[in-house]
């Protein structure tokens, strides 16, 4: 019986994969048969957490070093992953951060800057970084990951991440129609609030109890939950679906 979730041999590239979301889309990717680069900037110990567990369990994949803002980073991370698995067929444009939350009478340019910098336009650079190749070989899939804050604003402090993360839908939309015609498949995946070290650091225990009795299901979500959602519009399953944007947050925001 064939199985449209089966991703054998993939070479699939995670940005920000060092924990959370990131982190439990690389595994499972590398669970479905695919060969994964776990992308990481800071965190080199929970990148290395990550690729010893996939290597342990019998997975192939690499950690590589890489500020996604920096272009020159960028194209030399793609290249090093074509030389040590092969030509890219997935990219998962994970990596992002609120990075502080800010009132906007006490946000800087530079902060407004690097904001937009971290979560939008490291989509646009590792995107082209391997649009190119796909375009030659007809086809491939980039997955770009929002945020409920692009759809409703984000909480107090979160202008510029809220902004970026609503520009990342239109431009999943836009980059969607470009690469279509090449066989390329654009999609998005918007998490709600998610049990994942962001909201260690940017979110109060109270914040947390708020979006619970907001949430219909009654509880914040887990990586995993991302994870599975990623990988299925990454899948043949999602063969026909193009510049969509799925929401995860247990029913806090419907469309």
């Keep these: 019986m064939q199985s449209y979730l089966a991703l054998q041999d993939k070479v699939v590239v995670v940005t920000g994969a060092s924990s959370g979301i990131g982190a439990a889309t690389a595994t499972l990717f590398s669970e ?39 272009s020159s980073e960028v194209r030399s991370f ?21 990075i502080e939350r800010l009132p906007i009478l006490k946000m800087t340019e530079l902060d407004w800057d690097a904001s937009i910098v971290l979560n939008l336009k490291s989509a646009f650079l590792c995107s082209q970084a391997v649009a190119g190749s796909m375009v030659e070989r007809g086809s491939g899939v980039i997955v770009n990951i929002a945020s409920i804050a692009g759809r409703n604003g984000g909480g107090l402090g979160a202008g510029a991440y809220s902004t970026a993360k609503g520009a990342m839908i239109t431009f999943t939309k836009s980059l969607a129609k470009e690469l279509a015609p090449h066989g390329i498949r654009v999609n998005c995946v918007s998490p709600g609030v998610i049990d994942t070290p962001f909201h260690e650091v940017f979110s109060t225990p109270e914040m947390m109890n708020n979006f619970v009795k907001m949430i219909p299901l009654g509880r914040v979500g887990t990586p995993m939950d991302c994870a599975k959602v990623i990988v299925f519009l990454a899948s043949d399953a999602a063969s026909y679906v193009v510049g969509e944007t799925i929401e995860v947050n247990g029913g806090q925001l419907m469309l």
């Design 32 to 70: 479905l048969g695919a060969r994964v680069a776990i992308g990481y900037n800071r965190n080199r110990a929970g990148a290395e957490l990550v690729r010893s567990k996939i290597v342990g369990a019998g997975g192939h994949a690499i950690s590589i070093q890489m500020d996604v803002t920096r």
């Design 78 to 98: 793609m290249k090093q992953v074509v030389d040590d698995l092969g030509p890219i067929d997935i990219l998962v444009n994970n990596a992002g951060s609120l």
